[in-house]
């Protein structure tokens, strides 16, 4: 088909790419083809919570893990084989509670039943993190639903994507904002620390020889500074050592995470440095006085997160299997 009129050849340009217009995600892309799916996700993980009450904060942080690095598409979930060394096995993937992983493969079992090859494991694992920041005491998620499946998922990627116990407040926005987050949507997003819990070596540097001045650092309560120090005080025999994120209500999800934020009780030194620097300080100061306020900026944030860079139609593909591709090739 032969086209002369140059506008003519920009609209057949423009309409055939227009497929990210068909596969926009929406609440009920499943509807039709697996109309099980929200209800099979809600009574596996609630079931899988109830039974271990880590499940929550670790189906979040695995989402935040697999969104941050080229969007919500499960590759964080791919296991490496002889051929390739993926993403999971990134150092700073390691401490990645197994919870979450567990959590995903069991409604990915059961859907592969119910919607064969229908229900791809990116929506799964938004799915299940949604209904845990619920069934935990946190808001109700409107989640959007139509990603792909990733194709790849390289170990490499990981690198430089995540905010580490060492960095400083700048360094720390400068990777959110890259990703399109403004400074108080990252205060809310790190609200989820809320729940769940971080390994001693995270923040081991604030109890042991912090200073010449100092053993411990001086942002900590002192209470507090003595709890951890006992808690940790082998955590180089034993990695598995760890505390919980939120010392008060350390499974509910709500505001407790920012008032404590005031009274020293912030684990990591990036949670402290939330509280005093400057840009940060004051969207601490307001979701610790209002826990309504932190709910819907942190639904709206995570919302956002979970929608970041998702592939669509042929940019992936529904995973049979969520811990390997379909194909090696």
Do not use: W
């Amino acid at each position: 088909m032969k086209y002369n009129n140059p506008i003519t050849v920009f609209l057949f340009l423009s309409l055939s790419f227009l497929p990210s217009m068909q596969n926009k995600l929406t609440p009920d892309y499943y509807k039709k083809t697996c109309p099980t799916f929200l209800d099979t996700v809600r009574r596996i993980v609630n079931e899988k919570q109830h039974n271990t009450p880590s499940t929550a904060a670790a189906t979040l942080r695995l989402l935040f893990h697999d969104c941050m690095v080229g969007g919500c598409d499960a590759s964080i979930l791919v296991t490496s084989n002889a051929y390739n060394k993926a993403e999971r096995d990134h150092t700073v993937n390691l401490p990645l509670s197994g919870d979450g992983f567990d959590a995903v493969l069991r409604v990915k079992n059961v859907l592969e039943l119910e919607c064969p090859n229908v229900v791809s494991c990116a929506d799964i694992l938004a799915a299940s993190a949604g209904e845990l920041v619920a069934n935990s005491g946190g808001p109700t998620l409107t989640v959007q639903f139509g990603r792909k499946d990733s194709l790849e998922s390289k170990i490499s990627s990981s690198e430089n994507q995540f905010p580490l116990p060492n960095m400083t407040m700048s360094q720390v926005i400068t990777l959110f904002t890259k990703k399109g987050f403004s400074v108080q949507e990252m205060v809310a997003l790190i609200g989820a620390h809320t729940i769940g819990m971080s390994h001693c070596d995270q923040f081991a540097h604030r109890l042991f020889g912090f200073s010449k001045t100092s053993e411990t650092d001086p942002a900590y309560s002192p209470e507090y500074a003595a709890g951890l120090r006992k808690l940790c005080e082998n955590y180089t025999k034993d990695s598995n050592m760890a505390a919980y994120n939120d010392v008060i209500t350390p499974v509910k999800f709500d505001n407790m995470y920012f008032k404590n934020l005031r009274r020293g009780l912030g684990l990591l030194a990036t949670d402290s440095a939330l509280f005093t620097d400057p840009r940060t300080k004051p969207f601490v100061e307001t979701y610790a006085d209002d826990e309504g306020k932190f709910f819907q900026d942190f639904s709206r944030a995570i919302e956002k997160l979970s929608a970041l860079d998702v592939k669509t139609g042929k940019e992936g593909e529904v995973r049979s299997r969520c811990d390997s591709f379909n194909s090696l090739n």
